[in-house]
C-alpha cells in the first residue's frame, strides 16, 4: 500500500512540475510536501534556470539512510523522477552535509538595522530555493524551519549547483 501510495504522490508531484508554468515556482510547494512511504521531506532545494529548466530534490530520513527524490523537466516538458540513496552513493550524505557549512543569511532592517553593503549583481538570472525542516539558531537548541530563496552568485546556490554536479552520477529511476 505505501508503495502505491508514494508512487500516486511522484506522479502527482511530477504533474505539477510539468504544468506549463513549472519555472514560475508553483510547484515549490510540492517539493516540500511530497511524502515518501508516509514519511514528509526534511528539506528540499531547487534551482529555476533562466532557459525555463528545473531541478527540484525533496531529502528524506528512512531507517537512517538519506534518500533524495529529484524531478527535472524543461519548458513545462513532462517532468522525469529520479532518486539517489546513500547507501549507494556515499557523496548524497557529504552533499547535504554541506548544508550546515553555509553561512546564515542575516536579516537586514532597511532605514534601523545596520547599514548594508551594496547589493551584488546576480551572476545569472537563475532562482535558488532552499528549505530544511529541522534548523538552529547558531545560540539556542530551539528549531525552527527555514527557507531561502536567492539569486546565482550567492553561496546557496554555488551549494546547489556543486551538490548537483557531485550527485550527477548518482540518479536513478528505481525508487530505493
Do not use: H
Not at 546564515?104 to 530555493?129: C, F, K, M, Q, T
Amino acid at each position: 500500500m505505501g508503495a502505491i501510495r508514494s508512487l500516486i504522490l511522484a506522479l502527482a508531484g511530477a504533474g505539477v512540475l510539468a504544468a506549463p508554468a513549472a519555472a514560475s515556482e508553483d510547484d515549490w510547494p510540492v517539493l516540500k510536501g511530497v511524502r515518501l512511504e508516509g514519511l514528509r521531506p526534511w528539506g528540499a532545494f531547487a534551482v529555476y534556470r533562466a532557459d525555463r529548466s528545473v531541478t527540484g530534490v525533496s531529502l528524506y530520513l528512512r531507517e537512517g539512510q538519506t534518500i533524495a527524490r529529484r524531478v527535472e523537466t524543461r519548458d513545462g516538458a513532462d517532468a522525469v523522477v529520479s532518486w539517489a540513496a546513500a547507501r549507494s552513493c556515499p557523496a548524497l550524505n557529504a552533499a547535504v552535509a554541506g548544508l550546515e557549512k553555509l553561512p546564515a543569511p542575516r536579516i537586514e532592517v532597511p532605514g534601523v538595522g545596520l547599514r548594508p553593503p551594496a547589493a551584488a549583481a546576480s551572476a545569472n538570472a537563475d532562482s535558488y530555493l532552499l528549505w530544511a525542516e529541522d534548523a538552529r539558531f547558531a545560540t539556542s537548541a530551539y528549531p525552527v524551519q527555514l527557507e531561502v530563496r536567492g539569486e546565482g552568485g550567492s553561496p546557496m546556490a554555488a551549494w546547489v549547483d556543486a551538490s548537483l554536479r557531485r550527485l550527477a552520477s548518482c540518479w536513478s529511476p528505481a525508487q530505493p
